[in-house]
């Protein structure tokens, strides 16, 4: 039992540690992404939506369904692959970590060919002399002169340097997996709901005054603030392009009141919570009058379309009265179905054109201009004003500051494992007649066709820097050449 | 577009054509020498370019990152830009000129197709984030362009001396080849290596920053959207890329096809997705 507990040890080791594995699941986790965008997924879209595909691709939809593949990137298969990722990335850079700091760093120079550069050059002064002024070249080179020793009759030298491009490779991976533990803490402990206002509308930030509460429940929290929205700031380029979009609010909390904005792209931060100024539209107020001009019914109703003539309609509750409703901002007379069209979206001469149905009895069918009312059999409907109305998402973004760590990390990590190429050159000095032969190589970890023109010039300093060297700079061992040819 | 902008625009336009035509012809006629005046013309072409951005943004009052039109006017800029770069870094890189005039011409192309007018930027691009995205956005994918162009020069580098003993059309391809002053195979093969890292350098900073623009925008960094998830898709392709290079030792033409094939997820995230399916981020509605 022990040595198959054993075995299976050694074989989960083996396998969580495998390069090959990361590359297979990095594989596999493309094709999923890719297979996600492009199959319809019902988190997407809206439920209607959804089921106008279903009805359209019956037998499609029940495989999809059935194999997981409506929701991909909610699946349990989807977050096991990511998990096994995450397990493999751990395991990797923890050992590739625990042999860096101790020292066993990886050697370059080794692409598949085997080939490295080389050159040699000769020297009328004696070893130890060309050994210093070498390692003096090397070392004003950026290169750290790790190791002088004699092997043999021969001075040897090695430099390095770039070695911390390889802390780099293993910051930018472990960024991931905080990057994932972000996004994780952020689907468990985050929320996320929807609010509609209405100008001079007040809400608490309680559950029961949102449109959709926040989700998941268990992670929300209520502050209990009061939000009052004073105004919509909205401006136009020539009238029709929107160009600014803001809301000015007046906060209570703790008795402290205080006016805060939330634009488009710079949130409203109260409470622990993020109000996202998502969208905007006209809030017309109609009142509804009996025969004898007593009111029965006002409401502001939000309009969900905002472009100037499209329709919407609402029932008046407690009654049998359709209203389909085409607002015109700035209503002028034009060749259109309804007779108007809108100058500009600036409110500045509103009118609504509405058809009134009682009971699918068309009981009016007209333009009315604001504060004017449309007649009907059992009284009026009155065009009594006109507000914005606006819909904020409320988000509580407890994985942020993880996600922005991982974020910082990542890059930080990719930049240096990228700027940072471990390259090495080893000297040998050996003694010829009364002077000395030295021969050099080099390699690069990454880009090493590239290192050429840096080598050459190395070898080159330090022919120049040894006295009565002659200089010969051309690559004589390996198999590289010049990158140029000009 | 302004009447600057008009000016510039189609200056650059006929002289990305004069710079293309020279160049097909020094290929076509073996004409080396007639590569330095296409690199030429290629260069006063983006000058008139720059000067057409310039136009643009002046009389907008904003960066040119709003619509496909902008896109594809300053895509195409960073695109010659990089080229330019690339080919002062390294001399013998001139012919890459042959594939990247045509494209960048192929690209206002594009952007003309689609509506230059000028427009206001609208609430959902005032934002820093916005600009970081797209600026990393056109370095990335031009990296990866230049990269797949390195890699096409790198496999009829290693195909040349096969051509030599083929047909008609195969020898004078494989004395093209030959013939221009390019590096040798390997530097090829390691400078679109390069590229591709710089493009994934780019890339990563593109996402990250489209993240933080998103939570800011929509209240969420992720959504799975079509268009960011294939961005992810790309990055990822990329990724792959580097890991069978940097772990596995890749090397030479499979990765050279490797960076062609990868190409394609680029394609798919700029142009093909925001048509294929519905997505918030549609660069045409944003």
């Known amino acids: 039992m022990r040595a198959i507990l054993r075995q299976a040890r050694k074989l989960l080791r083996r396998t969580l540690l495998s390069r090959r594995l990361a590359l297979a699941l990095l594989i596999l986790m493309t094709l999923t992404v890719i297979v996600g965008s492009l199959l319809p997924q019902a988190g997407r879209f809206g439920p209607l939506e959804y089921e106008q595909w279903r009805a359209e691709h019956p037998a499609l939809a029940t495989w999809m369904e059935a194999s997981g593949l409506n929701q991909v990137f909610s699946s349990l298969w989807f977050w096991g692959l990511a998990t096994l990722m995450a397990l493999n990335l751990l395991c990797l850079n923890g050992q590739r970590a625990y042999r860096l700091a101790r020292g066993q760093q990886p050697r370059p120079g080794v692409d598949r060919a085997g080939r490295s550069h080389g050159a040699a050059f000769g020297a009328s002064t004696p070893p130890s002399q060309v050994a210093e002024a070498v390692a003096r070249t090397v070392a004003r080179h950026g290169y750290h002169v790790e190791v002088g020793r004699r092997r043999g009759e021969a001075t040897c030298l090695e430099g390095v340097r770039g070695t911390a491009g390889h802390w780099g490779s293993i910051v930018f991976h472990l960024s991931l997996l905080v990057v994932l533990a972000g996004g994780a803490l952020q689907a468990l402990a985050g929320a996320s709901g929807w609010m509609l206002l209405t100008e001079g509308q007040t809400v608490r930030d ?124 700035e209503a002028v007379e034009a060749e259109t179905d309804t007779g108007l069209d809108s100058a500009t979206m600036w409110p500045r001469r509103p009118m609504v054109y509405l058809v009134v149905l009682d009971d699918d009895l068309e009981v009016y069918r007209g333009p009315v201009a604001l504060n004017d009312a449309a ?90 820097e040894v006295e009565g060297g002659a200089q010969r700079n051309a690559v004589l061992l390996g198999r590289r050449r010049t990158v140029y040819s000009e | ?33 007639w590569l330095a005046p296409a690199w030429r013309l290629a260069l006063l072409g983006f000058a008139a370019h720059s000067g057409a951005l310039l136009g643009r943004w002046v009389a907008t009052g904003h960066p040119p990152v709003m619509r496909d039109y902008e896109n594809a006017v300053a895509g195409a800029w960073v695109t010659v830009a990089v080229f330019l770069a690339l080919q002062a870094r390294y001399p013998g890189l001139r012919g890459l000129g042959l594939p990247v005039v045509p494209f960048a011409l192929l690209m206002l192309g594009y952007g003309l197709l689609t509506s230059p007018r000028l427009e206001p930027l609208t609430p959902a691009y005032k934002s820093f984030w916005l600009g970081v995205h797209v600026v990393f956005a056109w370095l990335a994918y031009s990296g990866y362009a230049a990269a797949t162009g390195l890699a096409v020069l790198h496999l009829l580098k290693r195909w040349a001396p096969t051509l030599v003993n083929g047909n008609g059309w195969q020898r004078r391809l494989a004395k093209q080849v030959t013939y221009t002053r390019m590096p040798e195979g390997d530097a090829l093969d390691e400078l679109s290596y390069r590229m591709v890292v710089f493009g994934f350098l780019a890339d990563a900073v593109m996402l990250v920053a489209g993240a933080i623009w998103a939570s800011y925008l929509w ?34 033409a499979r990765m050279s096809w490797l960076a062609i094939a990868a190409m394609s997820t680029v394609i798919v995230s700029f142009w093909g997705i925001s048509y294929v399916t519905n997505t918030l981020h549609s660069f045409r509605t944003l």
């Open chain 1, 206 to 329: 309680v559950a029961e005054d949102y449109l959709v509460a926040p989700r998941p429940a268990s992670a929300s929290s209520f502050s209990g603030l009061d939000l009052t929205l004073d105004k919509v700031v909205v401006n136009y380029a020539q009238g029709r392009r929107l160009t600014d979009l803001a809301a000015q609010f007046s906060v209570l909390r703790n008795g402290l009141a205080s006016q805060e904005w939330s634009r488009v792209n710079e949130p409203l931060s109260r409470g622990g919570k993020q109000f996202v100024f998502n969208r905007y539209g006209f809030a017309p107020l109609f009142v509804l009058r009996d025969a004898g001009g007593v009111e029965r019914f006002h409401t502001y109703v939000n309009l969900m379309v905002r472009q100037n003539g499209e329709q919407d309609a609402f029932r008046i509750p407690g009654t049998a009265l359709d209203v389909a409703v085409r607002l015109y901002p």
């Open chain 2, 219 to 252: 209240g969420s960094f992720w959504s799975w959207d079509p268009v960011e998830t294939w961005a992810l898709v790309n990055w990822l392709t990329y990724a792959v890329y580097l890991h069978l290079r940097v772990s596995m030792r890749w090397t030479g």
């Open chain 2, 1 to 33: 577009m302004a009447r600057s902008e008009t000016l510039f625009f189609w200056a650059a336009v006929v002289l990305y054509i004069a710079s293309s035509a020279v160049y097909i012809a020094a290929f076509a006629f073996r004409r080396e020498r």
């Open chain 1, 375 to 464: 007649p009907l059999p059992n009284g009026s409907l009155a065009f009594a004003g006109l507000r914005y109305w606006a819909l904020f998402r409320v988000v509580q973004n407890t994985g942020e500051v993880v996600l922005f760590t991982g974020f910082w990390l990542g890059l930080i990590g990719l930049v240096l494992r990228f700027g940072l190429v471990e390259r090495r050159v080893v000297v040998r000095v050996t003694a010829r007649g009364t002077g000395s032969l030295v021969s050099v190589s080099g390699a690069a970890e990454q880009f090493n066709v590239l290192y050429t023109e840096e080598f050459v010039g190395l070898v080159a300093a330090m022919a120049k």
